[in-house]
C-alpha cells in the first residue's frame, strides 16, 4: 500500500501524516485496506507515538472489536498501546453491557483471545465470567467450543505468534489473514 510506505518512510513528515491518520482514524481503522495502514503505525512508530490514534478508538472498543476490518486494529491496539491504555481498552469490554455482540461475533472471538493474554489477571478473571455469562444464548455450536479453548487457555498462544500471518511477516494483523483481504 502507498500508505504504508509513507508511514515507513515519512521521517521529516511524520507529524503532517500522524495528524491525517488521527483526523480519519474511525474511517481508517473499519475499512478493507485503511486498517492496514492504522496498524503499521502501530508497528512503526509505537503506541506512545501512536497516542492520538489511540485515543480517537477509547470509548468504541466494543463497537471496533465485532467489525471485520477494524476488529484486527483492536487486536494489534492491546499489544501496542501504552500500559495504562490497554487496560482501559480492555476495562471497556468487561464493562460493556453489550457482550452478547461479541460472543456472537467470529471476530470478537479474536479480539477476546488477545485481550486475555494481555490483561491483568483480575481483568482475565472479569473477562472470562462476563463471557461465560453470555455463552447460554450461543446458537453456534462450533464458535460455542471456540470460546470455551479460549477461556479454558487451549487456545491462548503468546501475543508475538497471534500476530503473524502465514509468512510470519505479522502484516495482516492475525492468523486470520488468510481469509481477510490483504494490503497489495
Known amino acids: 500500500c502507498v500508505l504504508k510506505k509513507c508511514i515507513s518512510e515519512a521521517k521529516n513528515h511524520q507529524e503532517l501524516l500522524l495528524k491525517q491518520l488521527v483526523r480519519h482514524t474511525m474511517d481508517l481503522v473499519q475499512s478493507p485496506y485503511g486498517n492496514f495502514a492504522i496498524q503499521h503505525a502501530l508497528e ?8 492520538p490514534i489511540l485515543q480517537k478508538m477509547e470509548g468504541r472498543m466494543m463497537q471496533l472489536s465485532v467489525q471485520k476490518y477494524s476488529s484486527n486494529v483492536v487486536e494489534k491496539l492491546f499489544s501496542s498501546a501504552p500500559e495504562d491504555l490497554r487496560q482501559r481498552f480492555i476495562g471497556e469490554l468487561v464493562a460493556s453491557e453489550k457482550m452478547s455482540m461479541l460472543v456472537n ?6 479480539v477476546a483471545k488477545r485481550a486475555l493474554q494481555m490483561a491483568t489477571p483480575e481483568q482475565s478473571e472479569a473477562l472470562i465470567k462476563s463471557i461465560r455469562a453470555n455463552l447460554a444464548m450461543l446458537p453456534n455450536r462450533r464458535l460455542w467450543v471456540k470460546w470455551e479453548n479460549v477461556m479454558s487457555g487451549a487456545d491462548l498462544e503468546s501475543p508475538g505468534d497471534t500476530l503473524k500471518g502465514s509468512n510470519g511477516s505479522g502484516s495482516n494483523g492475525s492468523k486470520r489473514g488468510k481469509r481477510r483481504e490483504q494490503c497489495p
Open 105 to 110: 461475533s467470529n471476530y470478537g472471538h479474536y
Open 44 to 51: 512503526e512508530w509505537g503506541g506512545q507515538r501512536c497516542l
